[in-house]
């Protein structure tokens, strides 16, 4: 497993499946998988903050982004036999990187492909396609994600395997209540600009805000409150009933067990971790009908139209005054939440490693 993403991304959701598969396959020794230890700076927190991770790749801190890239391209890798290297991302070094090995891809999304205005500088960097190419087996996250990579790419001469993402064990309902959250709110999480399609929930809340006076829409991530979303929100008179706050890994559950309801109005998703993390603390919740969100919800949550402002606001409403509906999602978050564990992607992708050697 090359060190690629846990160099460039402190936090998401490609570095959290790899340190979830590493955490996996350090403490079961019955999937056959040696991981070999990358001797690297890093910057990803999944990695440097968990004990045994961090020992056995032999990772440190490495202060800066800066620091973890520029070494990650100096590096000679060292001459050594392997099976296979699972490649983390795509930058053009890793190509090149212990040409004797099988490959492995996993492709997340096909999110820069289909919708280009959305890039950002790294994927001007990336031979996404190149190591698709060359791959010995591919994984996909989604069924969505196989589809949109079948239709872009063509035929591919490597199988394809789908092998969702799990979700980490401290998303539970048990989670206490933070001091500093609303005693009633609305959650979202990530990234609100483009196509995660945040402003669709903006203006949804607006039009039930008179309904719900106590209620308060709490934005947990994705940098603060930008000038466009301030004049947006006065505009909607609603600022005194916006938040955006950052919370830590560890407090995100948190965040998820202690909301009224969760919401997902992205239009494009490779899988949506968010989505699993909301149903295993037992939150009902609402997703946009779109790409990976119905493969992954299921019938544990409750749809609207991708954008779709008055549609999404008669969902809200549905879901805040019906407590029988609200119980009903909340149990069947709990057991869909069951059936993805990062114990069961490790014993997937280990079964795609043995079957690649085969």
Same mark, same amino acid.
């Given at each position: 497993?090359?060190?690629?993403?846990?160099?460039?991304?402190?936090?998401?959701?490609?570095?959290?499946?790899?340190?979830?598969l590493?955490?996996?396959?350090?403490?079961?020794?019955?999937?056959?998988?040696?991981?070999?230890?990358?001797a690297?700076?890093?910057?990803?927190?999944?990695?440097?903050?968990?004990?045994?991770?961090?020992?056995? &790749?032999? #990772?440190?801190d490495? !202060?800066?982004?800066?620091?973890? /890239?520029?070494?990650?391209?100096?590096?000679?890798?060292?001459?050594?036999?392997?099976?296979? /290297?699972?490649?983390?991302?795509?930058?053009?070094?890793?190509?090149?990187?212990?040409?004797?090995?099988?490959?492995?891809?996993?492709?997340?999304?096909?999110?820069?492909?289909?919708?280009?205005?959305?890039?950002?500088?790294?994927?001007?960097?990336?031979?996404?396609k190149?190591?698709?190419?060359? $791959?010995?087996?591919?994984?996909? #996250?989604?069924? $969505?994600?196989?589809?949109?990579?079948?239709?872009?790419?063509?035929?591919?001469?490597?199988?394809?395997?789908?092998?969702?993402? !799990? #979700?980490?064990?401290?998303?539970?309902?048990?989670?206490?209540?933070?001091?500093?959250?609303?005693?009633?709110?609305?959650?979202?999480?990530?990234?609100?600009?483009?196509?995660?399609?945040?402003?669709?929930?903006?203006?949804?809340?607006?039009?039930?805000?008179?309904?719900?006076?106590?209620?308060?829409?709490?934005?947990?991530g !994705?940098?603060? &409150?930008?000038?466009?979303?301030?004049? &947006?929100?006065?505009?909607?008179?609603?600022?005194?009933r916006?938040?955006?706050?950052?919370?830590?890994?560890?407090?995100?559950?948190? $965040?998820?067990?202690?909301?009224?309801?969760f /919401?997902?109005?992205?239009?494009?998703?490779?899988?949506?971790?968010?989505?699993?993390?909301?149903?295993a603390?037992?939150?009902?919740?609402?997703l946009?009908?779109?790409?990976?969100?119905?493969?992954?919800?299921?019938?544990?949550?409750?749809?609207?139209?991708? !954008?779709?402002?008055?549609?999404? $606001?008669?969902?809200?409403?549905?879901?805040?005054?019906?407590?029988?509906?609200?119980?009903?999602?909340?149990?069947?978050?709990?057991?869909?939440?069951?059936?993805?564990?990062?114990?069961?992607?490790?014993? *997937?992708?280990?079964?795609?490693?043995? *079957?690649?050697?085969d």
């Open positions: 497993m090359d060190e690629q993403i846990f160099a460039l991304q402190p936090y998401g959701g490609i570095s959290r499946l790899f340190a979830s590493a955490r996996q396959f350090f403490g079961r020794p019955d999937l056959n998988v040696e991981l070999l230890p990358l690297a700076p890093v910057i990803n927190r999944y990695v440097l903050d968990d004990d045994l991770v961090r020992e056995r &790749l032999a #990772v440190w490495a !202060g800066h982004e800066y620091k973890s /890239v520029v070494r990650y391209f100096m590096r000679v890798q060292p001459r050594r036999h392997l099976d296979i /290297v699972h490649n983390t991302f795509y930058l053009p070094h890793g190509l090149a990187s212990y040409p004797g090995a099988r490959r492995i891809v996993t492709v997340h999304d096909m999110i820069p492909e289909l919708l280009p205005k959305t890039r950002r500088r790294i994927d001007f960097l990336t031979l996404k190149r190591y698709v190419k060359s $791959a010995d087996h591919i994984i996909c #996250v989604s069924e $969505a994600t196989r589809d949109d990579l079948e239709s872009l790419y063509g035929p591919l001469k490597a199988p394809i395997s789908v092998i969702h993402h !799990g #979700v980490d064990p401290h998303f539970a309902p048990s989670a206490p209540k933070l001091d500093t959250l609303p005693e009633n709110y609305l959650l979202f999480v990530g990234h609100r600009g483009q196509y995660k399609d945040a402003r669709t929930l903006i203006e949804a809340f607006s039009v039930i805000k008179d309904r719900f006076p106590h209620l308060t829409l709490l934005f947990v !994705g940098g603060s &409150l930008t000038l466009e979303e301030h004049a &947006l929100l006065d505009n909607l008179g609603i600022r005194a916006v938040l955006q706050t950052t919370l830590s890994d560890a407090d995100m559950p948190s $965040a998820y067990a202690h909301a009224t309801a /919401v997902f109005p992205s239009r494009f998703e490779g899988f949506g971790i968010p989505v699993l993390e909301a149903f603390c037992g939150v009902p919740t609402v946009a009908r779109a790409t990976s969100l119905p493969e992954v919800g299921s019938d544990a949550a409750i749809y609207f139209t991708p !954008g779709n402002i008055k549609e999404l $606001a008669e969902n809200l409403i549905h879901i805040l005054e019906n407590n029988p509906l609200r119980e009903k999602l909340s149990r069947r978050g709990l057991m869909r939440a069951s059936e993805f564990t990062w114990k069961r992607s490790a014993e *997937q992708t280990a079964r795609v490693y043995a *079957q690649t050697l």
